[in-house]
């Protein structure tokens, strides 16, 4: 079957870096995708990663190793507005995301 | 550009009455899917739909069901509410094709509260 753990929540200062990681497993393997959902609104997609590595975008980068059945989302120079949670989601066999409970990521000044 | 539009945006409902979220896209993508969200649990996958004519059961399909009459319009209908299926429920749309696998636009939800 598959599974997808992510921490249930973090804190961090504003200005500073942080990282959530995203662990799965799955039978197959056709990438892993990174959502933000701010309270009380739809998610919004930053990234999807099917390669191994790191892929910038921005304040935002997200890293995948297919080996080792894991990912991180890496956000710098944090803002106050980053506060949100953050969902992890791989494919499953039939191609319907299978999602994480999501990381509640709080910022403090 | 409006997206994806959900409706009711909050409802209250008494148990054992008919209920149907509607949700309309204008992007013309093939795909649609209909998720549950509660606290402490991930999205999970109601029902989706391919392609206009056809839909597909998801993790948690008992209890709902759905309909795929043209490319915009994907309503979802709970036939008899119960109070587990309290949840706030969101619409997405993908411009992918079976096999594939794409971004999510997602509606701005439908919060329902079956008493």
């Known amino acids: 079957g598959q599974n997808i753990d992510q921490p249930t929540e973090m804190t961090a200062t504003e200005g500073a870096i942080v990282q959530i990681n995203c662990t799965y497993q799955?039978?197959?393997?056709?990438?892993l995708f990174w959502y933000q959902q701010h309270a009380g609104e739809a998610p919004t997609f930053l990234s999807y990663?099917?390669l191994d590595g790191l892929e910038e975008k921005g304040r935002f980068s997200s890293f995948l190793s297919r080996s080792k059945g894991y990912s991180y989302l890496l956000l710098k120079e944090l803002q106050m507005k980053d506060s949100a949670s953050y969902l992890c989601?791989?494919?499953?066999?039939?191609?319907?995301?299978?999602w994480g409970a999501g990381t509640k990521l709080i910022i403090k000044p | 550009i409006a997206g994806i539009t959900q409706a009711p945006t909050s409802q209250i409902l008494a148990a054992g009455r008919r209920m149907t979220l509607r949700c309309t896209q204008d992007?013309?993508?093939?795909?649609m899917y209909w998720y549950r969200q509660d606290l402490g649990l991930g999205l999970r996958l109601i029902h989706y739909?391919?392609?206009?004519?056809?839909?597909g059961k998801g993790e948690v399909p008992d209890g709902y069901s759905v309909s795929r009459a043209n490319t915009d319009d994907f309503p979802l209908t709970l036939a008899s509410a119960v109070p587990s299926q309290t949840s706030v429920y969101f619409c997405?749309?993908?411009?992918?094709?079976?096999?594939?696998?794409?971004?999510?636009?997602f509606g701005e939800g439908s919060r329902l509260t079956v008493l």
């Open positions: 992007m013309r993508h093939n795909a």
């Open positions: 739909s391919n392609t206009a004519g056809t839909t």
């Open positions: 997405a749309s993908s411009d992918s094709k079976f096999g594939e696998v794409g971004e999510l636009f």
């Open positions: 989601a791989v494919p499953d066999s039939n191609y319907q995301l299978i």
């Open positions: 799955t039978s197959g393997f056709n990438g």
């Open positions: 990663n099917v």
